[in-house]
């Protein structure tokens, strides 16, 4: 659908969150330039025009927006060094991906945007999103999805919002965490995503009794009586072939009815000998062990304290 590693709202040069008159006149401007009668490039008004003719219409806009379409990478000079991450257990990112060779900072230090805003300072340049959006913290809120169970579903959201509010994103300014995402994987939903440095997790969530749980790696398992927990193998799967160059993960947090952060208790329970655990990309915690867990895990990436703005870009289209 795109060119390259440019996205429709680039070719137009426009945000994500353009408005329809916006989209009407970047594209008369962008198509006076680009129409071969004044001396453009064919193939450039053909992607200007395929650019207009999707974003233009809502149903069509809706459905690119959702498909996590591409966008350019983060601009690095062409002397940079590399630095790298290893990527987690059976994650599929390449420990290859170039990134920007920095001072090594902290998950505490301020916001560093790349690319940044500063760059589009007197140029024709437009930003994916505005740099008021990129600085905001927390993206969309739970929202009410069917008829059955929207009470519960919207509750244990609620639960995971605030704890990540409360917890990770004080300590991790650059943390960005986006609620309710289309799923890329099929037409499920994606309760939370938190993105910060060259990591992203995403998160489930479970409301269940106070108690002891034993997970093993594929099942939740309460007295004897299998649990299903939310599927999102899957969905890490196809998210870290979407987003190579991050590091992705899964958790389901598993909420207690009481409101205590430290149950239920979840047991992680051995794993049978010569057992392949290579394709376990998602850990199941109760609300605690995400706060400890989710915090460590964004900390210790390669400049946790970096908001990759065509990132969070392509995840603020696939919000529903």
């Known amino acids: 659908m795109t060119h390259g590693n440019s996205s429709h709202y680039q070719v137009l040069r426009i945000p994500v969150t353009a408005t329809e008159k916006e989209i009407k006149v970047a594209y008369r401007k962008a198509a006076r330039t680009a129409h071969p009668d004044h001396g453009g490039d064919p193939a450039a008004f053909r992607r200007v025009t395929l650019a207009y003719e999707t974003l233009i219409d809502a149903k069509s806009r809706a459905d690119y927006d959702r498909s996590y379409g591409s966008a350019t990478a983060a601009r690095q000079p062409a002397d940079e060094g590399a630095h790298f991450d290893a990527p987690a257990a059976g994650s599929r990112a390449s420990a290859n991906v170039r990134r920007p060779n920095t001072p090594r900072n902290t998950a505490s230090d301020a916001p560093v945007y790349v690319p940044p805003f500063e760059q589009y300072a007197g140029t024709s340049e437009v930003p994916l999103i505005p740099e008021d959006l990129a600085r905001q913290q927390v993206h969309g809120m739970p929202r009410k999805r069917g008829i059955f169970g929207a009470e519960a579903r919207i509750q244990r959201e609620m639960r995971t919002v605030q704890l990540i509010s409360r917890q990770i994103l004080p300590a991790i300014p650059a943390a960005r965490l986006i609620n309710g995402l289309q799923s890329p994987a099929d037409n499920?939903?994606?309760?939370?995503?938190?993105?910060?440095?060259?990591?992203?997790?995403?998160?489930?969530?479970?409301?269940?009794?106070?108690?002891?749980?034993?997970?093993?790696?594929?099942?939740?398992?309460?007295?004897g009586r299998s649990i299903a927990p939310p599927q999102l193998a899957h969905v890490v799967r196809r998210m870290q072939d979407i987003f190579p160059e991050l590091n992705v993960t899964g958790w389901t947090v598993v909420h207690s009815t009481d409101g205590n952060l430290h149950e239920p208790v979840i047991d992680r329970h051995r794993r049978p000998p010569g057992r392949d655990t290579s394709h376990e990309t998602v850990q199941v915690v109760n609300a605690a062990g995400l706060a400890r867990g989710l915090k460590q895990f964004l900390a210790s990436g390669p400049a946790p304290n970096t908001v990759i703005v065509p990132v969070l870009a392509r995840l603020l289209r696939g919000m529903h």
């Open 188 to 223: 499920s939903h994606i309760d939370h995503v938190v993105l910060s440095g060259y990591r992203m997790a995403i998160i489930g969530s479970m409301l269940l009794p106070p108690g002891a749980y034993a997970w093993n790696g594929s099942a939740l398992t309460h007295g």
